[in-house]
């Protein structure tokens, strides 16, 4: 297979991520994969609507060209629902076709059916956009972490229920204000009943157990509760106690026995789920031997969710053959290195000085004359070994201005010894 | 293949690891893949020292009998360092072996020369143990989000730096001091070199930046600074500025230019990076489609790394085969699912009352009957809607006795429309 051919059911905002990343980053997937991806077609109700994405891909109102057609390898399921896509999921896979799919509502119904399906017909079905949009969780589950025995699996995996409870958090307001809010900022639905009364982070669930515990689980008996009777005052007391609410999907396993739940959940407020804040999702695991590990990122969303999308049909494409590094030895280029001294950063400098009128002139007059503005400073009243600390954060600045500045610094007769610079981060939100 | 045979080159902490990993979760494991993993041969120089693990494996001094043996596809390199490490996994790469190793710093000095002789013999080297431990970052990078573009990789990398850092600000304490005392509790080395002066780190970082740029790079051009001139006070400083100190791996591509450096870093301390504690690591990715991805695991210890190293050796078994659930469709079980009613938790009850004297005895008179003890409480002295709330956290209790303590409540004419409970979540940490 020199070039893998994909069809897209569905050209909604995630369908439109998905073109757009076949469109921005061919290349790269080729030189990575050794091999080219191509969109050949797309089909949805609408094929006339300007999505703003170039594409080269055939645009159709008919599923089943794209069901049917011999020359597509994989198809990739973005309509949603349980019908038709459930439909044109089983005629893919009875057609020997590959599918990748973000349809969490499907797997969580009629994912025995489905698997089952894809293994007769020697075919596969991904779905890491189904749990937690971009964030690789399912795959690590599935492969990575597979040596582990898993007792639990814990997740925030609702944009919108963790967007309204983040700002009731942070502005002290009642769920029904922030709601509506949401829904004018399109963070939530006009119709939110899937979002806010848990039953899509229940769906989510489902698969995770199902990964997790190695068992199928009849949706109905996941527990859901959903967050609309949590106010501003609970959040409050919450806060008082040391907690934050979210909506947690908890799924556990203990002697064989499964425990599924969703329901809002009092977390510590220091543990690192309790800081998932906004649109973001994060998940727990929970293993025998590798202990917890956490993921964070984007749970929705048209670029996250497709590039969750398009990992899958990057995967189906190596068939096993990934090259070690994510690239093939013999493509690796050989980019330049920046040289530290046109690094540029803010700093914190830290000095020790004498106790004498005129120092911080000295020093300000020493940076100025280098270039570098200051942003904010701390004299502090406390001696060390008899002399003064200050320190100061910089503006952006070029790490051989710093150098500079500092050697002459650290000259001045009312400058004790070595000052110390640490470089600061700030571009990591 | 019915049986994937592993020979493991190294009985040393992690190695006992793998071998614990081999004997407690082969059922698991075969299960998971459909096929036997079977460690037939250790090598070590030590054969006599009883490591407390089962193993049915041939214990040697002579690691050529294991890369000649022709019965063993992968060889689990995990001698450290370059020599003979380096000179082991080019045999066994030339003998037509897959390798899997845990070797950083054999990666960051000699991975191009590996990687290319893995290439040219048609077999593969794989290395998840080798960067953050038990956390899956490598194979997320190489795998499900390779349809991204980075633009940058962040990691606090070194346990035993974190570790130092994280003493040094909740006790205020100073670096010697600190490192001291992690040497005594096996935290640190007694020669911490490496670790300290974040070379460690850099190796690391070597291995994340071919992976996210598909660029080869000089280990040598990566600025590295340790940790041992940051003291308490700077450490207190930075945090007046709202920031923790952290040994920061940093990774960048900018217009194909690379930006590579491990030095002390200032992160705002709102970032979730900011909360990976103890010997914990942590790492940022920004794609172009994704956004940003964090994940936090345990990066060293026996059990972490050899789970990566286990998830390498399943990788090689499946060939690219693996189950989409993670366990062949016909091989999951149906598990029993615990009734809402038995399961146990914490609970945070609210409660409106009419505020008049005696409510409290009432109300906790009904818990006590139920069997319900209170771990702590608050009354408010605000009123919602002309009632009083009253707030309390419960000790661990049965969801059953919970409702029927609620029923009995929300009965009572002192009590307000419904009370309202949250169950809580302890176990996360």
Not at 64 to 88: C, H, K, M, W
Not at 207 to 226: A, P
Not at 237 to 265: M, N, S, W
Not at 378 to 392: A, D, L, T, Y
């Amino acid at each position: 297979m020199e070039t893998l051919k994909a069809g897209l059911l569905g050209f909604g905002t995630i369908g439109t991520g998905v073109a757009k990343v076949f469109h921005t980053n061919a290349d790269l997937m080729r030189q990575r994969l050794g091999m080219a991806l191509e969109l050949v077609a797309i089909a949805d109700l609408d094929v006339t609507t300007d999505r703003g994405v170039a594409t080269t891909a055939r645009l159709t109102t008919d599923a089943q060209s794209i069901l049917n057609d011999p020359q597509i390898d994989v198809v990739i399921e973005l309509i949603g629902g349980y019908e038709p896509a459930r439909t044109f999921v089983l005629t893919a896979l009875n057609n020997g076709k590959h599918v990748v799919t973000a349809n969490k509502a499907l797997l969580a119904l009629y994912g025995e059916e489905l698997f089952k399906a894809a293994e007769e017909n020697g075919v596969r079905l991904l779905f890491e956009a189904a749990v937690a949009g971009g964030i690789p969780v399912l795959s690590a589950i599935r492969e990575n972490l597979g040596a582990n025995r898993f007792s639990g699996v814990f997740g925030i995996l609702n944009g919108t229920c963790n967007y309204i409870l983040t700002r009731m958090t942070e502005e002290n307001e009642d769920f029904a204000l922030v709601l509506q809010d949401a829904q004018r900022l399109g963070y939530a639905e006009a119709d939110p009943t899937f979002d806010i009364e848990g039953i899509d982070t229940a769906h989510k669930l489902a698969i995770l157990i199902s990964m997790c515990f190695g068992t199928w689980i009849d949706f109905n008996r996941i527990y859901t509760e959903g967050i609309t009777r949590i106010s501003a005052l609970d959040i409050q007391f919450a806060r008082q106690f040391g907690y934050q609410i979210k909506l947690l999907a908890i799924g556990k396993c203990e002697d064989g026995v499964i425990e599924a739940r969703v329901h809002p959940t009092m977390i510590p407020q220091h543990y690192p789920l309790a800081d998932v804040r906004g649109v973001f999702n994060g998940v727990r695991l929970m293993g025998d031997f590798v202990g917890p590990v956490m993921l964070i990122g984007r749970g929705a969303g048209m670029e996250a969710t497709a590039s969750a999308v398009m990992g899958d049909v990057m995967s189906l494409a190596r068939q096993g053959r990934a090259a070690a590094l994510g690239y093939p030895p013999l493509s690796m280029a050989r980019l330049p290195v920046r040289p530290m001294d046109e690094v540029v950063s803010q700093y914190y400098l830290r000095f020790l000085v004498k106790d004498v009128p005129g120092v911080l002139a000295q020093i300000s007059g020493v940076l100025g004359d280098c270039g570098i503005s200051i942003s904010s400073m701390i004299q502090s009243e406390r001696k060390v070994g008899g002399f003064v600390p200050i320190v100061m954060v910089t503006h952006d600045a070029c790490e051989r201005n710093i150098r500079q500045a500092l050697e002459r610094i650290d000259a001045l007769p009312v400058v004790e010894g070595q000052s110390l610079l640490i470089r600061m981060e700030n571009s990591l939100t």
